[in-house]
Structures are given as structure tokens and as C-alpha cells.
């Protein structure tokens, strides 16, 4: 299994101090920023677009940014979110009219690709364009807010997916999105996952570093 990575998702952090939250949370250990696209469409909420990945950026972040696409349409932001700055773009399938091109689309802009899968997604969306994904994202909440508790047939869904993975012999990460606290975190590794997003129990705590340390923690067990 490759390395872990902790992705503290900012839809969590003081949008007010953006730059010193995402810097505070690096500086406790993350590995990588994961950066919330809703628009009031594809989910009921609206965030952040291209010119806040951008400002990121331009304020020093040199970690990877992580896009999570809650957009429908899905090809017209890939352009810009690939000139401000991100490093993985991931979208829904439900949310692109042809998800093959978007996965090209996303890859020569010279980011790396994935797939989203919601909580009633089948996996088979992955099926043939394995070859153009870096990364499988399974959400274990309904997309859209932060704080919502973890689906737990998604633990099953993990396993699944890390089967297909593994047989494909392609080089993807299977990442996990929703409801991810320090007490369940050792069971999601061990179905399979190697990326962790977490939001309200990274932002939410006094001290980011304890809870990322403490996460470290119970995937080394
Ligand atoms: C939900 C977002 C998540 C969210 C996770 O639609 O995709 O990234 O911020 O928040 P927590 O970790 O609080 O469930
Ligand atoms: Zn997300």
C-alpha cells in the first residue's frame, strides 16, 4: 500500500483567514489541500471557484490542491482550475454529459484525474477509463455540507473498490470523502482507502495537529 494522505477539506476552515488556515493546517502535518467546488446546482451550496485556488497559490501554498468538482457542467471550470493552480481534479459522472472527455480534458491540462462516486453510484463508471485515472474518490456522505455522519456501507463500497483497483494494475489512489473522524479512520484504511479527507474534524479542533497526528495513529495500528 502506498504512503497515506491527509487531506483537510477547507470547506471547514475560517473562510475569513483562508491563507493562514490552510498554512496552519500544513504546518501540522497535511499532506494535501482539499478544495470544495459547489455551485448551487449539481449540490445545494455554494463555495469557492478558480480565483480562491489561485490566491492560495499566489499567497505561497505549494502543497498539492486537491479540486473537488460539485459542478454541473463539468468542462468549463477545468481549464480554469488548471490555470489557478490545481494539482488533482476530480468530478461526478452524473455531473459530465461525456466523462471520458472530461478525464482528457483534465489530463492535458497536465492534472492528475478522478472520478466521484456518491453514496448510491455504482463503481462500474470506472470501468473503462481506468487508464485515465489517478484517482477513485469515494464520498461516504451525500455531497454538499460538511459535518454529516459516515455512511457505513461506503466500508463495503471501499473494499470493492480496492479490488477493482488492485486488479487493474493501474497506479490510482482510492480516496475517502465524509464524515472521516479519528475514531473510524482505522477502519476505513483498512478497507482500502489511502487518501483522507476530513473537514469539520480537522477545523473544528483547537489543535490540527493532534487530530492529524492522532489519525496517523490509528492507520499505523
Ligand atoms: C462534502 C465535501 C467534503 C466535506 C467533508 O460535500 O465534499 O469534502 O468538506 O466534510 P466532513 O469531513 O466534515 O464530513
Ligand atoms: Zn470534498
Same mark, same amino acid.
Given at each position: 500500500?502506498?504512503?497515506?494522505?491527509?487531506?483537510?477539506?477547507?470547506?471547514?476552515?475560517? #473562510?475569513?483567514?483562508?491563507?493562514?488556515?490552510?498554512?496552519?493546517?500544513?504546518?501540522?502535518?497535511?499532506?494535501?489541500?482539499?478544495?470544495?467546488?459547489?455551485?448551487?446546482?449539481?449540490?445545494?451550496?455554494?463555495?469557492?471557484?478558480?480565483?480562491?485556488?489561485?490566491?492560495?497559490?499566489?499567497?505561497?501554498?505549494?502543497?498539492?490542491?486537491?479540486?473537488?468538482?460539485?459542478?454541473?457542467?463539468?468542462?468549463?471550470?477545468?481549464?480554469?482550475?488548471?490555470?489557478? *493552480?490545481?494539482?488533482?481534479?476530480?468530478?461526478?459522472?452524473?455531473?459530465?454529459?461525456?466523462?471520458?472527455?472530461?478525464?482528457?480534458?483534465?489530463? =492535458?491540462?497536465?492534472?492528475?484525474?478522478?472520478?466521484?462516486?456518491?453514496?448510491?453510484?455504482?463503481?462500474?463508471?470506472?470501468?473503462?477509463?481506468?487508464?485515465?485515472?489517478?484517482?477513485?474518490?469515494?464520498? =461516504?456522505?451525500?455531497? *454538499? #455540507? *460538511? *459535518?454529516?455522519?459516515?455512511?457505513?456501507?461506503?466500508?463495503?463500497?471501499?473494499?470493492?473498490?480496492?479490488?477493482?483497483?488492485?486488479?487493474?494494475?493501474?497506479?490510482?489512489?482510492?480516496?475517502?470523502?465524509?464524515?472521516?473522524?479519528?475514531?473510524?479512520?482505522?477502519?476505513?484504511?483498512?478497507?482500502?482507502?489511502?487518501? #483522507?479527507?476530513?473537514? =469539520?474534524?480537522? #477545523?473544528?479542533?483547537?489543535?490540527?495537529?493532534?487530530?492529524?497526528?492522532?489519525?496517523?495513529?490509528?492507520?499505523?495500528?
Amino acid at each position: 500500500m502506498k504512503e497515506c494522505l491527509i487531506a483537510p477539506s477547507i470547506l471547514s476552515a475560517d #473562510f475569513a483567514r483562508l491563507g493562514e488556515e490552510v498554512d496552519n493546517v500544513l504546518a501540522a502535518g497535511a499532506d494535501v489541500v482539499h478544495f470544495d467546488v459547489m455551485d448551487n446546482h449539481y449540490v445545494p451550496n455554494l463555495t469557492i471557484g478558480p480565483m480562491v485556488c489561485k490566491a492560495l497559490r499566489n499567497h505561497g501554498v505549494t502543497a498539492p490542491i486537491d479540486v473537488h468538482l460539485m459542478v454541473s457542467p463539468v468542462d468549463r471550470m477545468i481549464a480554469d482550475f488548471a490555470e489557478a *493552480g490545481a494539482t488533482y481534479i476530480t468530478f461526478h459522472p452524473e455531473a459530465s454529459d461525456h466523462i471520458d472527455r472530461s478525464l482528457q480534458l483534465i489530463k =492535458s491540462a497536465g492534472c492528475k484525474a478522478g472520478l466521484v462516486f456518491n453514496p448510491a453510484t455504482p463503481l462500474h463508471y470506472m470501468d473503462y477509463v481506468m487508464d485515465k485515472l489517478d484517482v477513485v474518490l469515494l464520498m =461516504s456522505v451525500n455531497p *454538499g #455540507f *460538511g *459535518g454529516q455522519s459516515f455512511i457505513p456501507a461506503t466500508l463495503d463500497k471501499l473494499r470493492e473498490a480496492r479490488k477493482k483497483i488492485d486488479e487493474s494494475g493501474y497506479d490510482i489512489r482510492l480516496e475517502i470523502d465524509g464524515g472521516v473522524k479519528v475514531d473510524n479512520i482505522g477502519e476505513i484504511y483498512a478497507a482500502g482507502a489511502d487518501m #483522507f479527507v476530513a473537514g =469539520s474534524a480537522i #477545523f473544528n479542533a483547537t489543535d490540527y495537529k493532534t487530530v492529524i497526528d492522532d489519525m496517523r495513529a490509528e492507520i499505523a495500528k
